[in-house]
């Protein structure tokens, strides 16, 4: 009994010796999965017209492998998902721009995507007609925040008689099939988890007021 905190403290000694000199405690710069936006001026929303816009609601790690997060990475990640480039026969009207509170400000999109239905380049052509998921994708590279996160617009659409347009629901619809999608991806490795708090629920400033639940999926994503 008398001797339990003398050994208390020596213990304690021990672990803070351990903590100050272990290697583990060192931290890369911007080795982080990302930056949330709004800290600096930015948005979970893009701008899909001067007032309103569609939810970021997938954000690729910047932990992910780097082979991932560049543009071919990414290509071969999402064409295993089954998405592939867009066709380019069809109008799909004007690019969207984000600013991911990153230095940058707004920045028009890198690259537009929709499904493809197992028939390149005629799948994503098909997918104009027939609806399908469509996503769009920003990179957090700016001075203040460069994390090589990737951020992504995901919806899924009505077919092009509907107008082409987001289907009810479609904003989750299309977060959720394509996290789906990753998970299942061969090749790699992926690990899902939801993060509330950066985008509101409900569909104040969003384009066609299609309601979200206020979801933003982060998936972090290592070649397998
Ligand atoms: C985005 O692209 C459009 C059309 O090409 C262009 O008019 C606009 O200036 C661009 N916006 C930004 C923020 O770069
Ligand atoms: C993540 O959010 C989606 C959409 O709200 C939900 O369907 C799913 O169950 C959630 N997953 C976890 C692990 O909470």
Same mark, same amino acid.
């Given at each position: 009994?008398? *001797?339990?905190?003398?050994?208390?403290? $020596?213990? =304690?000694?021990?672990? =803070? @010796?351990?903590?100050?000199?272990?290697?583990?405690?060192?931290? #890369?710069?911007?080795?982080?999965?990302?930056?949330?936006?709004?800290?600096?001026?930015?948005?979970?929303?893009?701008?899909?017209?001067?007032? $309103?816009?569609?939810?970021?609601?997938?954000?690729?790690?910047?932990?992910?492998?780097?082979?991932?997060?560049?543009?071919?990475?990414?290509?071969? +990640?999402?064409?295993?998902?089954?998405?592939?480039?867009? %066709?380019?026969?069809?109008?799909?009207?004007?690019?969207? @721009?984000? &600013?991911?509170?990153?230095?940058?400000?707004?920045? &028009? !999109?890198?690259?537009? =995507? *929709? !499904?493809? +239905?197992?028939?390149?380049?005629?799948?994503? %052509? $098909?997918?104009?007609?027939?609806?399908?998921?469509?996503?769009?994708?920003?990179?957090?590279?700016?001075?203040?925040?460069? /994390?090589?996160?990737?951020?992504?617009?995901?919806?899924? #659409? #009505?077919?092009?008689? #509907?107008?082409?347009?987001?289907?009810?629901?479609?904003?989750?619809?299309? *977060?959720?099939?394509?996290? !789906?999608?990753?998970?299942?991806?061969?090749?790699?490795?992926?690990? @899902?988890?939801?993060?509330?708090?950066? =985008?509101?629920?409900?569909?104040?400033?969003?384009?066609?007021?299609?309601?979200?639940?206020?979801?933003v999926v982060l998936l972090t994503v290592t /070649?397998?």
């Amino acid at each position: 009994m008398v *001797r339990l905190p003398f050994v208390s403290l $020596l213990g =304690l000694q021990g672990a =803070l @010796a351990l903590s100050t000199f272990s290697p583990r405690f060192k931290r #890369e710069a911007d080795a982080v999965p990302f930056v949330n936006p709004t800290l600096a001026g930015g948005s979970l929303l893009d701008r899909a017209t001067p007032t $309103l816009g569609e939810p970021l609601n997938v954000i690729i790690s910047g932990l992910s492998s780097p082979g991932v997060l560049s543009d071919a990475g990414f290509l071969t +990640f999402v064409n295993a998902i089954g998405f592939a480039t867009e %066709c380019l026969g069809i109008h799909i009207g004007d690019p969207q @721009a984000a &600013n991911l509170g990153d230095g940058h400000g707004y920045v &028009n !999109q890198t690259i537009e =995507l *929709r !499904q493809d +239905f197992g028939n390149v380049p005629v799948g994503s %052509c $098909l997918e104009s007609l027939a609806g399908g998921n469509h996503l769009r994708l920003f990179r957090q590279n700016g001075p203040t925040a460069n /994390t090589g996160a990737l951020f992504l617009a995901v919806s899924q #659409e #009505e077919n092009v008689f #509907e107008g082409h347009t987001i289907s009810p629901d479609g904003y989750d619809i299309g *977060r959720d099939k394509f996290v !789906q999608g990753a998970l299942g991806a061969s090749g790699f490795h992926t690990v @899902a988890q939801n993060i509330t708090g950066l =985008l509101a629920p409900g569909s104040t400033g969003i384009n066609h007021g299609i309601a979200t639940d206020g979801v933003v999926v982060l998936l972090t994503v290592t /070649t397998a």
